[in-house]
């Protein structure tokens, strides 16, 4: 591709955005991982200004979770988001949110976003269940 191709290409991709989606998420659960921050954070702010019954953001922090709930609370006026304490590097962690899930009525997930880290690190590094661990650094 040459260089005016590519910046046709560019520029055409920026002039003409999709329009931004909104749906009534009324009666809907949604759960976003990863959502006290960038991109699952916008996600979740997006989908508290569509009404879900139910906004789940999983978190490693709890502190961190709160903050992303008091922030979408101030700028959305949605008030039903919750954080909910998930470290995907932990089974133990995975199996518990889990578990609470199906406690706490469980039932039908509407909208999943599984927003992963992504890792920088250059040294392999294992988790205590012997998985491949990411962190954000």
Aim: hydrophobic residues 40%; glycine residues 8%; contains cysteine.
């Amino acid at each position: 591709m040459d260089r005016l191709a590519l910046y046709f290409a560019i520029f055409k991709q920026i002039k003409s955005l999709p329009p931004v989606l909104q749906a009534d998420l009324t009666g809907k659960v949604v759960l976003v991982t990863g959502a006290n921050t960038g991109l699952g954070f916008e996600a979740a702010k997006h989908f508290a200004r569509m009404n879900p019954q139910r906004l789940i953001l999983a978190c490693r922090s709890d502190e961190k979770g709160n903050q992303a709930v008091r922030r979408i609370e101030r700028d959305t006026g949605y008030t039903k988001a919750e954080t909910w304490l998930l470290d995907l590097n932990r089974f133990a962690s995975v199996q518990a949110f889990a578990d609470r899930y199906e406690k706490e009525g469980g039932g039908r997930l509407d909208i999943l976003v599984e927003n992963a880290a992504i890792s920088s690190a250059q040294t392999y590094e294992k988790t205590e269940d012997g998985y491949m661990k990411t962190s954000v650094h």
